[in-house]
């Protein structure tokens, strides 16, 4: 074609062309002219987007020119031409301003607006200094009329416990106070009188204290009888109480099985059994009813309640008094209690029990108390975290403290609890704390930290806690210190306390830390002691159903290894 095509000038430019451009086929010598006719063209790849257009390539610009609006000129008088003057305006020139003074005036200007803003900054400042101080002093009176009221509601529950004592803790708040009034007189004698005055004063405050003793006893009989009745009432309402757990929609299910209807229907006749002030006929249809309940079994405990039932029926159709027959109704009060616990006519006893249904389990952990003289279960001892031997049962030692030491744990045992409240928040598996009982955290605070604050001296045991040291580790007698609820909220916040309290004092901590940790030796090896037994029994957790059931603990029906005296 003539768009592909060479001009020679003579045959030997053409063959020298053909001999550098023509390529031959190897097997045939045949000789082509165009390399592009031995393979096919390259195709590109030619998409659905137009790549141009006409209307961009035949475009045509234009310059157009525009006009503002307003038209302004300025005309003078001339020849030819007058403008009148009347609007003119007679302009003469102040004083010249040279640069540096413009300067100076715009930095005396800059200076003034920096000066009132200063002002307001400062006001603002200072208002919210104010603002603060008065938030302060009304919480420092909030704060103090709190701790007022919480030291009033304290003393009123101390008096409370005092007067109407009812439980050992009570008792034990109770003869600390006669211990102390003892004390005190004591003193007194020994201060005013000598010779024979002084025995004779010291006679008449024995009778005194023995008068005092015998009133807390007589006190403690009550409180006994009536805790047993509170038992009694606690221990029926958990067997009626139905089955509850969580469901799968997070609210509470609650279910009656044959047992716990079983167990209300005896709850109700019990009830009735116990009501005071009934006409003879009501009475007849209790004991009527209670006849009925017992005859369906057929056992010694059943005949024994039977032919009491009898003789009452007997006695009322006689008329017998009120009076007469109190007797005779507690034993079928009694009688009928003891059919309740049997786990034989009633199945949910089983689980409230604290004596095992098989006798022969009675048998393992048995002790000898050195103070009884008695062979008591391993239940019936308190071991403290140093305790190398087994010791005395709790009855010896609650006798010698009430005879002999009389001693008050109800402080530390409030500080126990809210250094375990705290503990429990962490989450990172502290244990120590809870291996404490009230006597060790008592030697702990009085010995090793001397009852007080070490950054205020603060005595009051009430106001004061036991914090971490170091709040990465955990909580332990050689890893706390002893500050007031203020100080340990401060000091909880502190990341390096080394750095915050200085050498010295630092230095004063971690002596302390050491007497504790001699003191508390054994506790590192008791707490993998017992973690390593809970692993090994494969205790589960509660769920939810049973936190709800128990009262958010878990019934323990697994027996630790008991632990055995050490050389």
């Known amino acids: 074609s003539p768009w592909n095509c060479v001009l020679f000038t003579n045959e030997e430019a053409r063959k020298q062309w053909y001999q550098r451009r023509v390529r031959g086929h190897k097997e045939s010598g045949k000789e082509f002219h165009n390399c592009s006719v031995q393979t096919l063209p390259k195709r590109y790849f030619v998409g659905d987007t137009p790549k141009n257009c006409r209307e961009t390539q035949t475009v045509v610009s234009r310059h157009v020119r525009s006009q503002t609006t307003s038209d302004t000129s300025t005309q003078m008088t001339k020849t030819g031409c ?75 529950e101390e008096y409370q416990r005092r007067m109407q004592p009812l439980s050992k803790e009570d008792f034990d ?29 010291l006679a008449g405050l024995m009778d005194e204290e ?16 009536d805790n047993g009745k509170k038992a009694k009432r606690q221990f029926l309402e958990k067997c009626a109480a139905p089955k509850e757990w969580i469901g799968f929609d997070g609210m509470p299910t609650k279910m009656d099985t044959p047992y716990t209807m079983r167990a209300k229907d005896l709850k109700m006749t019990y009830d009735s059994l116990e009501k005071r002030y009934l006409t003879r006929e009501e009475r007849l249809d209790i004991l009527l009813q209670l006849k ?88 019936d001892f308190e071991l403290t975290t140093n305790a190398r031997s087994i010791g005395r049962c709790r009855k010896c030692k609650n006798l010698d403290s009430e005879g002999r030491l009389r001693e008050d744990f109800s402080r530390y045992r409030s500080l126990l609890q809210s250094i375990r409240g705290t503990e429990e928040a962490f989450n990172d598996n502290s244990r120590i704390i809870f291996l404490l009982t009230e006597a060790d955290l008592r030697y702990l605070a009085e010995n090793i930290w001397g009852a007080q604050s070490v950054l205020s001296q603060w005595e009051d045991t009430y106001d004061l806690t036991l914090v971490r040291w170091n709040r990465r580790l955990e909580w332990s007698p050689w890893n706390c210190v002893l500050l007031t609820n203020e100080e340990a909220r401060a000091h909880s916040k502190l990341v390096k306390p080394e750095e915050a309290y200085g050498p010295v004092f630092t230095q004063k901590i971690k002596y302390r830390h050491i007497l504790g940790k001699q003191y508390f030796a054994s506790m590192p090896k008791l707490a993998d002691y017992m973690s390593k037994n809970l692993t090994s029994v494969n205790m589960p957790l509660p769920s939810n159903a049973e936190k709800i059931m128990y009262g958010g603990k878990k019934k323990e029906n697994v027996v630790l290894p008991a632990l055995t005296e050490t050389k």
């Open 82 to 156: 007058w403008v009148s003057d009347r609007q003119d305006k007679v302009i003469i020139p102040g004083k010249y301003v040279t640069a540096d003074e413009k300067f100076g005036y715009m930095l005396r200007q800059v200076i003034v607006l920096q000066s009132y803003f200063r002002r307001w900054k400062a006001q603002k400042y200072v208002n919210s200094i104010r603002q603060d101080h008065i938030r302060r002093i009304e919480w420092e009176k909030k704060e103090e009329e709190r701790k007022r009221k919480e030291k009033e509601r304290r003393l009123k």
């Open 210 to 225: 023995t008068q005092l003793i015998a009133s807390i006893q007589r006190h403690k009989l009550i409180a006994k009888k």
């Open 292 to 379: 009925l309940t017992v005859k369906e079994h057929d056992c010694k405990l059943t005949k024994d309640i039977v032919e009491l039932i009898d003789r009452e029926a007997d006695l009322l159709m006689r008329g017998s008094k009120e009076a007469n027959l109190e007797g005779l109704r507690q034993r079928i009060s009694t009688l009928f209690l003891q059919y309740i616990k049997t786990p034989l006519f009633n199945a949910e006893a089983a689980n409230l029990l604290k004596v095992p249904e098989d006798p022969s389990s009675l048998r393992k952990d048995i002790y000898f108390c050195r103070g009884c003289g008695n062979y008591l279960p391993s239940t």
């Open 173 to 201: 708040l109770v003869y600390h106070a006669l211990e102390l009034w003892r004390r005190e007189e004591i003193e007194n004698i020994n201060a005013t009188k000598s010779g024979p005055e002084r025995k004779a004063a």
